[in-house]
């Protein structure tokens, strides 16, 4: 570590200087590459600006030569109407009312005809909320004449091409409405297309502004619309300071810009929009600030602008220098910091690593360390070694010990493997809990590993470990795994499983060592069972765990009074899987529970409202777990149905613990159920669990009944148990009855119930009706 700090600390410093060198060479040259290219940002900035309002102006324009040409429809129609003149002018009144409200960017609108009639020539226009109609002012009437015979002129020119710029006219005030108008207008036609009168709308000058000053590029922008004669409508007119604003306002009327205008060259055309109204730019010097003008000519004819101080634009580069300053006297600092703090992290990083893949008890190499390993080579072998009675250990000479236990034997196997030659080239590391691995590389076949297997037991049962004077036994199972035991296609990392899988072979067989084959099938068990662990949590979680009803008979009356519950799977095709195929697995994935509560709960529903009596099947597991016991009853109690329930106790381990299991008998038996005992006669059968367990049924066990027509001990055993039975004022039931000619055995021992397959075979729905022979 100390050569590669210095030359850490050297090669940072270099890059350091050189970083800073060619920070201040790259400062200096493109600083003023930046500024230009900051100025033509901000140029381009403005002009996006610019068009994005102009298409703003010019859609509105739009709309108001659409509004217009709905009035000259409106008032073609009205031309041609034969109604007396008082129904005109009302039907026109109502007709202009409905017409502005359908046009809200217009202010107001006129129709006006060339006939004299002044009860024709309306105008209607807005005040607040509401929409007014009154005659043309004689003044304005003249006006409009003039407009009328200045379009009828143009219209009567073939050689002259339409402009829409004709149809609007110039700002001037309107008295009706107290304030300034520029008003578009369009010839109203009869069904000859002669014209007949003129149609108006008007844009308001307030509004004007407000449209015109929607214009944000920096804080002192303003923004202008020039009519045809020069009258100048701007956001400036909202100015606070009204003095230099209306010197801004002089200052642009006389610069005349209508004049200013000249065609774009090629060079500076980017887009069709500005082909079809290119920007102009001048510069306006007012009061010693200097103003960069923006001006086209819009649809309408007219002359839309903005003006953004100078000193505005070029302040976005004053930033840009301060910045750059900061940057080059800031990078020397900030590097020699980083430099510092990198060689820190380089040097943390360092004993990171080193505790990442080294265990601190043993100081050997951990199961990361192995894990890389194995990904580097194909061919070795991998030996893991639990400690026996580890825990017994830990809990009697407490956990101080047990890291003494581990750390002498890892000290004593290090040493054992250097110096044996058979181990050459092995490396020990140090597994999770009380486990150790051996990394022996090369081929090795099960023949050159089992000697090698039992000299390692010979030396570590030879070890001699002691803690405070007392000795403390030592003892190893192993699991060992080859690449020559595996498939050519295995990886070094999948010696791991394997002789994980051995050594967990060689615990539960109690054996000193088991090398991993392929052959065993233990792997593919275990990712069946992995299969089925999740087939299991799929069906519970979509329903598919459901209980099948096996009929059981009164052997007197022939009768299905009775059912047993049984659960099955349904697959995804809803083909019922028997429970032998996944009930033990249930037990080891903790899912067992889960199944119980599901049956239980199912078949509750299922004969809620059934008079049938039904049996339910528990294990003394199921008793024991105290949550569950308590649902089962709760659920028995709160359906009230507990005079119908019949508990099956399978007979197994645990059954003995009598006060446990009465507790939950005594439960049940107060809310009305039944208890049986289920297989009687095989197993773990006990005449005293009868007895302690107070027992209203005995469900004989099929391997008796199966045998009844063909072993005349089956035959005795169950007469015994009948009789036995009815001393104590018993039920019986006979299980697994699959033929006439046992069923006739049955009948022949008295006993009180059957079930079976010559009954009915367990179903998704209820047998309720049997046909017996004879019948």
């Known amino acids: ?88 002018e009302q039907r026109l009144r109502q007709s202009l009312q409905q017409a502005l409200r359908d046009f809200p960017d217009s202010y107001g609108g006129s129709v006006w005809f060339a006939d004299g009639q002044g009860e024709r020539a309306l105008y209607a226009y807005r005040q607040e909320s509401r929409i007014l109609v009154e005659p043309i002012p004689a003044a304005e009437q003249q006006l409009i004449g003039q407009w009328y015979e200045q379009l009828v002129n143009l219209k009567n020119q073939p050689d002259t091409l339409p402009d829409p710029a004709n149809n609007w006219m110039p ?55 020039l009519d045809t004669e020069n009258r100048n409508l701007s956001s400036l007119s909202e100015a606070e300071n009204v ?17 200013q205008l000249k065609p774009q060259v090629a060079p500076q055309i980017i887009s069709t929009r500005q082909l079809a109204s290119p920007m102009q730019q001048l510069e306006l010097d007012l009061n010693q600030r200097d103003y960069a003008l923006f001006f086209s000519r819009t649809q309408a004819g007219m002359l839309f602008g903005i003006g953004v101080p100078r000193a505005e634009i070029d302040a976005v580069l004053e930033p840009m220098r301060e910045s750059n300053f900061r940057i080059v006297s800031i990078s020397a600092l900030i590097l020699l910091l980083i430099s510092a703090l990198i060689l820190y992290l380089v040097a943390g990083i360092l004993r990171q690593l080193h505790n990442l893949y080294t265990d601190s008890l043993t100081d050997l190499p951990n199961r990361e360390r192995l894990l890389v390993d194995l990904k580097k080579r194909r061919t070795a072998a991998l030996i893991l070694l639990n400690i026996d009675s580890f825990k017994e250990i830990n809990d009697f000479y407490g956990h101080e010990c047990g890291d003494h236990v581990i750390s002498q034997l890892a000290d004593a196997l290090d040493e054992y493997l250097s110096s044996e030659s058979q181990w050459q080239g092995s490396r020990l590391y140090r597994m999770p809990a009380d ?4 990394w022996l590389p090369g081929d090795h076949n099960e023949a050159s590993l089992r000697p090698q297997l039992n000299d390692l037991l010979d030396f570590i049962s030879e070890l001699r470990i002691t803690w405070h004077d007392q000795e403390v036994p030592v003892n190893a199972s192993l699991g060992a795994a080859s690449s020559a035991q595996r498939s050519s296609e295995a990886t070094g990392e999948a010696l791991l499983p394997g002789a994980n899988i051995a050594l967990e072979l060689a615990r539960l067989h109690k054996d000193n060592y088991v090398i991993y084959d392929e052959r065993h099938k233990v792997r593919e068990s275990y990712e069946q069972n992995l299969i089925w662990a999740s087939r299991l949590k799929g069906a519970l979680e979509t329903g598919r765990i459901v209980p099948f009803f096996q ?17 099955r799977l349904l697959d995804e095709q809803g083909e019922p899987i028997s429970p032998s195929q996944f009930l033990d697995l249930a037990k080891k994935v903790r899912l067992y529970r889960s199944i119980t509560r599901c049956m239980v709960e199912s078949s509750l529903r299922q004969f809620a409202d059934l008079p049938y009596t039904f049996s339910l099947n528990l294990s003394c597991e199921d008793l024991l777990d105290q949550a569950l016991s308590d649902h089962i009853i709760e659920t028995v109690e709160h359906n009230q149905i507990g005079s119908r329930v019949i508990f099956e106790i399978l007979e197994s381990e645990g059954i003995e613990n009598y006060a446990a299991v009465r507790q939950f008998i005594d439960r049940a038996k107060a809310l009305g159920c039944r208890i049986a005992i289920d297989d009687f006669g095989t197993g773990y059968s006990n005449f005293e669990h009868l007895l302690r367990l107070d027992v209203d049924l005995i469900k004989i066990d099929g391997s008796l009944i199966q045998q009844l027509d063909t072993n005349p001990t089956a035959m005795t055993i169950c007469k015994g148990i009948v009789q036995f039975a009815e001393e104590l004022r018993m039920q019986t039931v006979a299980e697994f009855v699959h033929s006439p000619a046992i069923l006739a055995k049955v009948r022949e021992l008295g006993v009180t119930f059957a079930q079976g397959a010559a009954i009915g075979m367990p179903s998704a729905s209820l047998i309720t009706r049997i046909t017996m022979p004879g019948e």
């Open 1 to 88: 570590m100390l050569p590669v700090k210095p030359a850490i600390m050297f090669l940072l410093s270099l890059l350091v200087c050189i970083f800073m060198f060619g920070t201040w060479l790259m400062s200096s040259l493109n600083l003023d590459y930046a500024q230009s290219a900051m100025a033509e940002l901000r140029q381009r900035q403005i002009t996006d600006t610019f068009y994005a309002n102009l298409d703003r102006i010019n859609a509105h324009h739009r709309q108001m030569e659409h509004n217009t040409q709905g009035l000259a429809r409106m008032g073609s129609l009205f031309n041609s109407l034969q109604d007396s003149p008082g129904v005109t």
């Open 435 to 438: 486990e150790l691995a051996i």
């Open 551 to 567: 009929p059981i008979m009164d052997i007197k009356t022939n009768r299905i009074e009775k059912f047993e519950c049984l659960v």
């Open 171 to 225: 700002a001037y005030y309107k008295a009706s409405i107290d304030s300034a108008v520029i008003s578009h207008v369009v010839l109203i036609l009869d069904p000859q297309q002669q014209p007949v009168g003129l149609a108006v709308t008007d844009w308001r000058a307030e509004d004007i502004v407000r449209t015109v000053s929607r214009v944000e590029v920096t804080p002192s922008t303003f923004s202008f619309l």
């Open 243 to 259: 003095t230099q604003a209306q010197a801004l306002i002089n200052g642009i009327v006389d610069l005349n810009l209508y004049e």
